[in-house]
């Protein structure tokens, strides 16, 4: 029989970890550790977690989270449930298991959100006829996943330019901190809200979030210090012996003469990764497949494998979905 579970207490923890280990399509973002971090940020998210079992045997976990915006018109136009990483499934889980499970996502946040987007990081393309079928339309979006099986091939793989612009940072003194303490986490969370502000213009998550990370055990922020000052840094998750995914990155570029604060950083992560049996560095993100894109360019330069697991995504409101969208651009212009 299958069934659907929606609260966390409900999901058999072993069975959990089990699914974690085996299931081609695992990340930390569908572990039960992701769960209780989103969860105990309820002013930033109303998390979510939905199972499906059939004869009490888990065949799939899916988390996620519904943004909230301190703008209550920005929140109104734009609540969205995003599932990062997508949806944790078993191998074998079949069509009909499946299909309960996104069924029960769409039903029980049809209220909540105007659209779903699943971020994938792993290949779904084996049920995405299924995900069509419930509603779920596939858009392409590309990645980059660096082999860091040994420090020796991920410094192999990094293209000449990259290598010599983190000779010449550290050269000129830049530093990498390991162990950074609360403060340097103030100083990196500013850089990140000027890139935010000037360049990605998208909402940033307030400190909290980030604050909240540095109590959280498989979170590792890896900063850059030059001239005693803190000039960029990476903040990275994972559990050892799986992927290390950069989830924010940012540096105080084209300020100082020689030194390449954004490069330096996600090379610190790139180490940390090879040298703590995380075999692949996940980039999480490189836009979308034929747009030029800065970011997907400063990627590229790491030796990473360029894969495109795109998204999924299901619009419960088309008519609040397209003014939203419309929206959102003018209150970027009017904020920019």
């Known amino acids: ?37 989103f969860a105990s940020l309820p002013n930033i998210f109303t998390s979510f977690i939905y199972s499906v079992t059939n004869d009490k045997v888990l065949k799939g976990v899916c988390i996620g989270y519904i943004t ?22 078993a191998n074998d889980i079949c069509a009909e298991e499946l299909t309960a499970l996104l069924k029960a996502i769409t039903h029980n946040l049809k209220n909540k959100a105007i659209f779903i987007e699943t971020r994938n990081f792993n290949d779904y393309s084996k049920w995405k006829q299924l995900f069509r079928q419930n509603d779920f339309d596939y858009s392409p979006h590309l990645n980059f996943q660096v082999d860091t099986s040994s420090i020796e091939i991920m410094q192999s793989n990094l293209s000449k330019n990259k290598m010599r612009d983190i000779k010449a940072s550290l050269k000129k003194g830049t530093e990498f901190v390991a162990n950074p303490t609360i403060d340097d986490i103030k100083s990196f969370y500013n850089i990140l809200c000027h890139l935010y502000k000037t360049k990605v213009k998208t909402p940033l998550f307030p400190f909290e979030f980030f604050e909240r990370l540095y109590y959280t055990k498989d979170a590792i922020y890896r900063l850059i210090r030059y001239e005693n000052r803190i000039v960029g840094g990476t903040l990275c998750i994972g559990k050892k012996g799986a992927p290390l995914y950069e989830w924010f990155a940012c540096g105080a570029d084209k300020i100082y003469k020689n030194i390449f604060p954004s490069t330096v950083a996600t090379y610190s992560g790139l180490v940390y990764a ?9 980039m999480m993100g490189a836009g979308k497949p034929n747009e030029n894109y800065g970011v997907r360019d400063f990627k590229a330069k790491f030796g990473g494998k360029l894969v495109e697991y795109g998204r999924f995504q299901s619009i419960i409101s088309p008519l609040l979905y397209k003014v939203g969208f419309i929206g959102v651009k003018i209150l970027k212009i009017a904020h920019s």
């Open 274 to 282: 090879a040298t703590q049996e995380h075999p692949i560095f996940d």
């Open 1 to 37: 029989m299958i069934e659907i579970f929606s609260d966390y207490k409900d999901i058999n923890k072993d069975s959990w970890n089990t699914l974690v280990q085996k299931s081609s399509t695992s990340t930390w973002f569908q572990t039960p550790e992701a769960y209780l971090f």
């Open 68 to 89: 909230k915006e301190r703008n209550a018109l920005k929140q109104f136009l734009t609540r969205r449930a995003i599932i990062i990483g997508g949806p944790m499934l």
